[in-house]
């Protein structure tokens, strides 16, 4: 079983930078995909980014390409994603998620975190 456990959220001014870390324990993390999804106040999840095993592929929604990027160290069991030029819009509880399969950005994800909030003020 795969434990997913989200760290980093805070609350930062708009133009700032935070860093949401995974921690995944249960099996080896090299043997899954990671992803980032994220769910606004009153509005429904949405996909942010996704990485496969070694971090040879890896796939941005469009309102964050250029701004967040997602990395990952086998390691030390752990996906990261450094998220720059925050803007208010980025306000949501951040997800962390894997799968034993290719990166996808659809939310058919095995194993979720209990997620991490990210406020940013305009």
């Known amino acids: 079983q795969v434990q997913l456990v989200e760290s980093g959220g805070g609350w930062v001014q708009a133009g700032a930078s935070l860093r949401l870390s995974c921690a995944l324990s249960?099996?080896?993390?090299?043997?899954?995909?990671m992803a980032w999804f994220r769910r606004a106040p009153g509005k429904e999840r949405e996909f942010v980014a996704a990485i496969n095993w070694n971090g040879g592929i890896t796939y941005y929604a469009d309102s964050v390409k250029g701004r967040f990027t997602i990395s990952r160290d086998n390691d030390k069991s752990t996906g990261f994603l450094q998220m720059n030029n925050l803007k208010p819009e980025d306000t949501a509880v951040y997800y962390c998620?894997?799968?034993?399969?290719?990166?996808?950005?659809?939310?058919?994800?095995?194993?979720w975190g209990q997620g991490t909030e990210v406020t940013v003020s305009s």
């Open positions: 998620t894997a799968r034993p399969y290719g990166p996808t950005m659809q939310d058919n994800y095995n194993y």
């Open positions: 249960g099996q080896p993390a090299s043997d899954y995909s």
